[in-house]
């Protein structure tokens, strides 16, 4: 008798449920992207790291007023009629959302509390979450290592679970005995795709670990750039930073598995250097995209990161912040 594969149990640390995603609508709330930031925000510092926010749509043309800001001064109108007139703007009531996350296997791994696929899973619903509560329409691209599934961006709390729910389907078909299918420029579709859809005066945020970068992702993370607010919450595991100074680390892709010594010199010197490299090669490419950059570590809580990062919360041990 054929035996029935084993259901993933959504423990929240290596696979998530539906119920985990909507629950974090509530720890969401007084979250903002795009509000003004506090002074210690990820988002308050440089040029590069301020969010356009809200399009501005033409409202009327009137007369000039003192204290308007001369920069709004409509010239052509101003000569033709021969008084200064200002052009005045609204802001757009809502914009549109896209989140792309990744949900490949280079993310099922965790050394500690979560496995990176589910941290991602999570900073996803907390994005959704808090797009949804400013007003926002919501949409996503969810991705795995031959897959690409998009939901358009809606403002409606169905949409959010429905972008959750396709979340989940991903994070719960990893699992450690997939064959070895990747393909390896999936990412670089993923950002085609985007370029494709998104358009102008979208807010972005790609939740990845960033790996198979390609010499093509540099220019299309500018293009995406040059239009829309894009953000990069990088999920990565403490082990990226420090590796344990004693015991073996098994390495596995499912099919082969190896065991590594940590304790040998010829094993954490190059593997410390592989690592710290990857997590320099992603903050290189996000400064080179003028692409503010946030860490999520797999060991902390997602939330109190967020807070964090947004100069909403209250200090705490972070792994390596890149410049």
């Known amino acids: 008798m054929m035996q029935q594969p084993l259901q993933p149990v959504a423990d929240g640390h290596v696979y998530v449920s539906l119920e985990h995603l ?55 109108a101003s000569l033709r009629l021969g008084k200064p007139f200002i052009r005045t703007f609204t802001e757009e009531r809502d914009r549109p959302t896209l989140l792309l996350v990744d ?65 989940v389907r991903a994070n719960q078909a990893l699992n450690a005995t997939r064959p070895d299918v990747a393909e390896g420029l999936i990412f670089d579709r993923v950002l085609r795709n985007c370029l494709n859809s998104a358009g102008h005066d979208h807010l972005i945020c790609i939740i990845s670990d960033f790996a198979g970068v390609t010499e093509h992702t540099l220019p299309l993370l500018r293009q995406l750039r040059a239009h829309n607010d894009v953000l990069a919450l990088q999920v990565v595991d403490p082990m990226a930073t420090a590796l344990p100074e004693r015991g073996k680390v098994t390495v596995t892709q499912g099919e082969l598995q190896i065991d590594l010594n940590v304790e040998q010199r010829q094993v954490t010197r190059p593997l410390g250097a592989f690592l710290n490299g990857r997590l320099d090669d992603v903050a290189t490419l996000m400064k080179r995209s003028q692409i503010p950059l946030m860490l999520f570590d797999t060991a902390q809580d997602t939330v109190a990161q967020l807070r964090q990062a947004l100069g909403r919360g209250q200090p705490s041990r972070s792994v390596g912040a890149r410049p």
């Open 103 to 167: 949900q490949r296997m280079s993310m099922f791994f965790g050394s500690r509390m979560n496995l990176k696929s589910v941290t991602a899973a999570e900073v996803a619903a907390l994005a959704a979450w808090i797009a949804f509560q400013a007003g926002d329409r919501v949409g996503g691209v969810v991705f795995d290592d031959q897959s690409i599934e998009t939901i358009r961006p809606l403002r409606s709390r169905a949409r959010v679970e429905a972008l959750c729910s396709m979340i």
């Open 22 to 76: 909507m629950m974090f609508e509530h720890r969401a709330r007084g979250l903002s992207f795009i509000a003004r930031q506090p002074v210690s925000s990820v988002l308050s510092g440089t040029r590069a790291s301020r969010l356009r926010g809200r399009g501005l749509s033409f409202d009327e043309l009137r007369h000039y007023s003192p204290g308007d800001d001369l920069r709004h001064l409509d010239w052509r």
